[in-house]
């Protein structure tokens, strides 16, 4: 039978429109599932040495132990944390109803206290002598106050308040806040295009000019939350959009992360939406999720 060379261009056509969709199929699942970010990091992790592994936080070797509902703020929507060595306790803020909530290690919600005066609080972070901050994404400022005892409201007019500029960000401006002890700064965490500064503060207040850290190619799409290992040193960035955790050096080097899919360090159906991360002492490691989701992961080897 005499072989129709019409069709031979048709099939390569046909080859050729299947192979794209198979690459566009690749790239959009890819995207889904954060491959590229996960593959970048996988990488960086198996070339850091052992000694620097042992220096670290070392994201790997933690598991989740604890994941509860904090309840009662089911419609209030929680964002950023913070340890508060002074309390040993946690504390987080609300966006949808401003407040101030005070957690246990354990997830029970202590108590509430009432912010007024702030639009859309994402952040917060102790400072470790007893002051407290708070960055207003919508409102574009940082505020810093000590909490009186047992209050149960604080009002913006009674805090130090620094505008940090950024007026274009609209709503993706400053999400995350952390205390950087070494050097007596705050660092904020942009959340797109993820970038991240510093804001030198003193026994008096904020003191100079916010300072962009190195950061560019961060691997990540967004930040969402941040905190400082007090033993290292070592930076943690939380994103919601990549879901990952990715633990950096002071040098700005990433180190080791954790996927917040679910599978993954012990996380059974993931952190859908991760909008905050701190860590104590001991180095135990908090995050809470949108709505209401809180989760302890704790190091399983030494």
């Not at 590229?36 to 052992?50: G, H």
Request: aromatic fraction near 6%; hydrophobic fraction near 45%.
């Amino acid at each position: 039978m005499p072989i129709s060379f019409a069709r031979a261009p048709r099939r390569r056509l046909l080859l050729k429109l299947a192979l794209l969709l198979l690459v566009l199929a690749v790239l959009v699942v890819g995207r889904e599932w954060r491959w590229l970010d996960l593959l970048r990091l996988s990488w960086q992790e198996c070339r850091t040495e052992p000694a620097a592994r042992a220096a670290g936080v070392w994201l790997p070797d933690y598991r989740l132990a604890l994941e509860v509902e904090l309840a009662g703020l089911e419609e209030d929507e929680t964002s950023g944390l913070t340890w508060n060595p002074q309390t040993g306790t946690l504390f987080t803020v609300t966006g949808k109803h401003p407040q101030l909530v005070e957690i246990s290690p354990e997830g029970a919600v202590l108590r509430r206290i009432r912010l007024t005066g702030f639009s859309d609080p994402e952040g917060v972070e102790a400072l470790g002598d007893g002051r407290l901050a708070i960055v207003d994404e919508r409102r574009r400022l940082l505020a810093l106050f000590r909490l009186p005892p047992g209050a149960d409201s604080f009002d913006l007019a009674d805090a130090q308040r620094v505008d940090l500029g950024f007026a274009a960000a609209g709503n993706k401006g400053f999400e995350g806040l952390g205390w950087d002890a070494r050097t007596n700064r705050l660092l904020l965490a942009l959340e797109r295009p993820p970038a991240l500064f510093g804001l030198a503060v003193s026994a008096e207040g904020a003191a100079g000019e916010l300072q962009p850290l190195p950061g560019e190619g961060l691997p990540v799409r967004d930040l969402s939350s941040l905190t400082v290992d007090p033993r290292s040193g070592h930076l943690l960035l939380l994103s919601d959009e990549s879901r990952l955790l990715v633990e950096f050096d002071r040098e700005g080097r990433p180190l080791s992360f954790i996927s917040l899919l679910g599978g993954f360090n012990g996380l059974g159906r993931g952190i859908k939406q991760a909008e905050g991360v701190a860590m104590d002492a001991a180095g135990n490691l908090y995050v809470v999720g949108e709505p209401n989701r809180f989760h302890v992961f704790r190091k399983t080897h030494p």
